[in-house]
């Protein structure tokens, strides 16, 4: 899948920041041209409506120009996703998102709209759900899926939200480091710790890291290794063959 122009961020929200305030020129950049974006809410798993939080995204993009359209009002015509020009998948559960997005069949549309070059975007949860599967997501399994692959946008795996170790903290419960490396012992799929604040921009095959952070990148039976923003990262797809 080498047609793709995807904006994968960590997180929606910096802290003290409005929603997606902190990436509003890259995002204004990545749907350039761009009149209609399906939202995807499905995330949320209580507490907030999905008319409530599509409302949320449409006050963001009416900023820019761009019309905000709900996915759940489609849900019985997937087909029309095509009809529209963008698609901004947003964060909360992931298990709670992708268990909707097979529900409602919504799988097989959106990778084809990202083959046939529409611009695709996700935070946190969305980003989690554009990766080959939802194995190193930080979320409880709060619903059941039919398997854990996801939409497969690129051909690795992506921690939003890393953190690393607090230095002399005396929390004894496992580390995000520690937790990818147990998903390791089971699987080869490279994995991007993201840090808060940074994303990656996928355009055709070249992967670049971006924002103020370095990111941590976790291989079998490797040491992990930082990687300063402006890393290219297309070499996690041919290592996750």
């Known amino acids: 899948m080498n047609r793709r122009n995807l904006l994968l961020l960590s997180t929606s929200t910096l802290h003290g920041q409005s929603y997606l305030h902190y990436a509003r020129n890259v995002i204004k950049s990545h749907f350039d041209g761009v009149r209609s974006i399906v939202f995807f809410p499905y995330a949320r798993p209580g507490g907030m409506s999905h008319d409530n939080y599509t409302e949320i995204a449409r006050a963001f993009f009416k900023d820019l120009g761009i019309q905000v359209i709900g996915a759940h009002a489609l849900d019985n015509r997937p087909e029309e996703l095509l009809q529209h020009e963008g698609i901004f998948i947003g964060g909360g559960n992931t298990f709670v998102l992708l268990n909707w997005l097979y529900k409602r069949n919504w ?74 490396s147990e998903f390791h012992t089971y699987h080869r799929t490279p994995v991007v710790g ?35 923003s402006g890393s290219n990262l297309s070499f996690l797809e041919s290592a996750s063959n």
Request: overall charge negative.
């Open 107 to 180: 799988i097989s549309v959106i990778r084809s709209a990202v083959e046939s070059g529409i611009p695709y975007m996700g935070t946190s949860a969305g980003t989690n759900v554009a990766t080959l599967g939802i194995q190193t997501t930080n979320d409880m399994p709060i619903a059941s899926l039919p398997n854990f692959e996801a939409l497969g946008l690129v051909r690795f795996h992506i921690n939003p939200h890393y953190l690393d170790p607090i230095e002399g903290s005396q929390h004894m419960g496992e580390t995000r480091e520690t937790r990818i």
């Open 194 to 228: 993201l840090r808060e604040g940074s994303w990656l921009h996928v355009k055709d095959a070249d992967i670049t890291l971006l924002g103020p952070h370095s990111a941590r990148i976790f291989r079998a039976e490797q040491t992990p290794e930082e990687v300063p």
